[in-house]
């Protein structure tokens, strides 16, 4: 059996937005304590790494059997911490209007879709909002997690050159690796609901569209060419295609002698009018 790649186990991608997110909260607290003190360091948990506090409970309890248990009450959780966080980052982008803040305002709504549209599959939220029906289920998973992957580097771009300070471009990398291996969670979550068939039936992807398509095309095709082949086998074995060459053949003879026989009718009325008219004069 082939061993599983890292990037593939859910575990093993858990397990690395658990530390990612240690390090941010520890490199944060550091840079803020050694800067303005103990006001900056309560600012700093406060504000930045509020949402990461969340996140991280919310990651640690999926891997006990409590976390299991409740996985749909803490879904909507997330769900709803990043739905704070877009509607925080739109309001920002309303204010001060930025590269940044457009980047920073479009990563978090694409991540707030990939999570309503994924975590909330196999929930009662699902089938009573009837989301299975939004447009966006239509967006194929590997669009969503490359979608994601790539606004994200180019954000951790335009800031690793907006930042002038060592401590700014650390957690600037280490937000990007979470985010990244956020968007891998969910693509394999996603994964996984399309295996399991959850909730599968009500809404297909791109791709399932175009495979369902092949596949009715091929079993047409093929229940075409069996039909054919079998009125083909059949007619040569009862010897049906003699039988019609010869009932052509009649029907040609047939024809000739209609044929004749309509030219020396039409000879005799042809014949019988012109005496009548030599009578008449």
Do not use: C
Request: charged share 25%; no cysteine.
């Amino acid at each position: 059996m082939e061993k599983k790649k890292w990037y593939d186990s859910a575990n093993t991608i858990t397990s690395l937005i658990i530390g990612t997110i240690v390090l941010i909260i520890v490199f944060s607290q550091s840079f803020a304590l050694g800067r303005n003190g103990s006001l900056e360091l309560f600012t700093s948990i406060i504000n930045h790494n509020s949402v990461y506090l969340f996140i991280l409970i919310y990651f640690i309890l999926i891997k006990f059997y409590i976390g299991k248990r409740y996985f749909n009450y803490l879904s909507v959780l997330i769900i709803f911490i990043y739905f704070i966080t877009t509607t925080t980052s739109f309001l920002t982008l309303i204010q001060a209007f930025s590269l940044n803040s457009t980047l920073d305002f479009l990563l978090n709504t694409l991540l707030l879709i990939y999570l309503l549209h994924t975590l909330m599959r196999d929930t009662r939220i699902w089938r009573e909002f009837y989301l299975s029906k939004s447009p966006f289920n239509e967006l194929p998973n590997e669009f969503m997690l490359y979608s994601i992957i790539v606004v994200s580097i180019i954000l951790l771009a335009v800031n690793l050159i907006n930042t002038i300070v060592v401590s700014g471009v650390i957690i600037s990398i280490l937000d990007t690796i979470y985010v990244i291996l956020l968007a891998r969670y969910i693509y394999l979550y996603r994964v996984f609901l399309d295996k399991k068939k959850i909730d599968v039936g009500d809404t297909m992807n791109l791709d399932d569209i175009k495979k369902t398509i092949n596949e009715i095309d091929k079993n047409v095709s093929k229940t075409v060419d069996d039909t054919f082949k079998n009125i083909n086998d059949y007619v040569v074995e009862k010897g049906i295609d003699k039988k019609i060459d010869k009932a052509v053949e009649a029907t040609k003879e047939a024809g000739k002698e209609i044929g004749k026989n309509m030219k020396k009718a039409a000879k005799d009325v042809k014949d019988s009018f012109d005496g009548n008219k030599k009578g008449d004069k």
